[in-house]
């Protein structure tokens, strides 16, 4: 079996950039990045700078439009099709034409992955997204999930799923990403696995538990989804842990701890060196800066008229030098709450990250995004990104198993 991937919804190219460092063979054959509403489209820029672009199975370049309307037997053969897509409302509504449970353009995006592999079959996945999409949404928590694991189960595919602070894993940065493995049951891996039960490979054998070695686990619970995708629109609730696994529709999951490695800090990856005044924080704008960071009480009015109390408690303010990063977040370096303000080696004087900071916090090289895109859009494009350090351990395994098909 080849390594060859199809990356979708690529960004700058982050699932490429893990892969490829392990120099193991993997080959990127086809990729999308499109930017809805977007003037001038970056990212693919970005990437197609670094990697060149590629042209679909009917000779086209179509790696740079909308995705719904690539046609998916054009897109090349791939043994790993990868992504990072939006978490938002994936409520069916009757149907998927007619959904009004799909909220803005970039909702759509889990029906193209369920198209593709529809019409590709692809034997591996690996998908990204935020930790909250296993609770979402509130009125009906593990919804979304849940029709996602119906697609997945309504064609031949097992899955598993684990929550991963990068932090626990040793990057820089504290971020809390849900990671989806899925795989063809026509797949040798399938029938190895298969000789284990369903909490052996949560919790000692499977694909996560393999990469993201566990210390301890609370008991595990056990579920069940139909391939109605309907049906679990409209009636699916489950309390999905951090960790699981879905097999023949049944569901079993957990919270569990993992072996936590030591980490990078936030002050082993600042710029040693004279940085630019632009930076750096003026006398004029750090009363501004001191308050968003601090706790705050503040009287509000909700639309109906109901009066409360918004609070919320204080950011470390600079950010300490010897922990990880907090998350970061497409906003990073405007004046707000979430921003990164540090403590400049050098004079010591307080400054935003620069945007080669912001790459080694995700694991890139220095300097990738300057590739003539504006410097907010180079914060821009990282705040979307992933850890590339966690593909690359992923990668890893992903290597044995491939070999072993």
């Not at 990437?47 to 042209?55: A, M």
């Not at 809390?176 to 000692?204: G, H, P, W």
């Not at 990880?324 to 080696?345: G, Y």
């Amino acid at each position: 079996m080849k390594k060859t991937v199809c990356e979708l919804f690529a960004g700058v190219g982050g699932f490429r950039v893990g892969l490829e460092r392990l120099n193991s063979g993997w080959s990127t054959v086809w990729f999308s990045q499109w930017e809805p509403g977007a003037k001038n489209q970056w990212a693919h820029d970005c990437y197609v700078s670094h990697f060149g672009d590629v042209k679909d199975l009917a000779g086209e370049y179509t790696t740079g439009i909308d995705i719904s309307l690539v046609d998916k037997n054009n897109i090349p053969d791939h043994t790993l099709v990868v992504g990072g897509f939006p978490c938002q409302d994936y409520s069916v509504a009757h149907t998927l034409a007619s959904s009004k449970g799909i909220q803005g353009k970039k909702g759509v995006l889990w029906w193209q992955i369920f198209e593709l592999l529809k019409t590709k079959h692809t034997p591996f996945c690996l998908f990204e997204n935020v930790d909250r999409l296993l609770k979402s949404p509130a009125k009906q928590r593990g919804r979304d999930f849940g029709i996602m694991l119906s697609c997945l189960h309504s064609l031949g595919y097992s899955v598993e799923w684990r929550v991963v602070n990068a932090a626990e894993y040793g990057a820089a940065q504290r971020r809390r990403r849900t990671f989806i493995f899925a795989y063809s049951d026509k797949t040798k891996y399938s029938q190895i696995v298969k000789e284990f039960d369903l909490k052996n490979i949560l919790l000692n054998c499977g694909f996560f538990a393999t990469t993201f070695p566990i210390a301890e686990n609370d008991t595990p619970r056990e579920g069940e989804v139909s391939t109605d995708i309907e049906a679990v629109s409209n009636d699916f609730k489950f309390d999905f842990g951090n960790a699981g696994i879905m097999r023949d529709g049944k569901i079993l999951t957990t919270k569990v701890k993992p072996v936590i490695e030591k980490a990078t800090t936030l002050g082993e990856i600042l710029e040693n060196k004279e940085v630019d005044e632009s930076y750096f924080i003026s006398e004029e704008k750090m009363p501004k800066w001191t308050y968003l960071k601090g706790a705050k009480k503040i009287e509000r009015t909700s639309a109906t008229g109901y009066k409360y109390t918004f609070s919320e408690g204080p950011i470390a303010f600079p950010d300490p030098w010897d922990r990880p990063s907090r998350t970061m977040l497409t906003s990073e370096s405007t004046l707000n709450r979430s921003t990164h303000v540090v403590e400049d080696i050098t004079t010591k004087n307080l400054r935003l990250i620069t945007p080669v900071e912001a790459e080694r916090l995700q694991g890139f090289d220095d300097n990738w995004t300057n590739t003539g895109m504006p410097q907010k859009m180079r914060y821009f494009c990282m705040g979307n990104a992933l850890v590339t350090h966690m593909i690359t351990r992923m990668g890893r395994t992903l290597d044995t198993i491939i070999e072993a098909e």
